[in-house]
């Protein structure tokens, strides 16, 4: 019985080679045991980061405020933020492009 099929020499068009996809398993295989190898030795104590407020005002303050008591509302408010800048400079290199000349070429066939 065969699970899924990997064509062989496909490309661009959607389904991965078969080089990238024992690649990306490689990967993924490293990304899973490396916690694994590197923890557990000695005793185990509980990492603790806390941000000093000290000489801090504004944004920075309140970023450092919500790090020290909400990290996952941090990381998620982080993570929006690089999102929306993303998004920007996106929008600004075009416009410089388009402004240059350059078009925009077409990725649907």
């Not at 024992?22 to 590197?38: D, F, G, K």
């Not at 492009?97 to 350059?102: P, R, S």
Request: with cysteine.
């Amino acid at each position: 019985m065969v699970i899924f099929r990997i064509r062989r020499g496909v490309g661009p068009r959607g389904c991965l080679s078969r080089w990238a996809f024992l690649i990306a398993l490689v990967a993924l295989a490293a990304l899973l045991v490396t916690p694994v190898l590197a923890g557990g030795h000695g005793e185990t104590s509980q990492l603790e980061h806390v941000v000093t407020e000290k000489g801090k005002s504004g944004i920075s303050l309140s970023l450092a405020q919500l790090y020290n008591q909400q990290r996952f509302l941090y990381a998620v408010v982080v993570t929006l933020t690089m999102a929306v800048l993303g998004m920007v400079v996106a929008q600004v290199t075009e416009l410089v492009l388009k402004l240059l000349g350059a078009k925009r070429s077409s990725t649907s066939d």
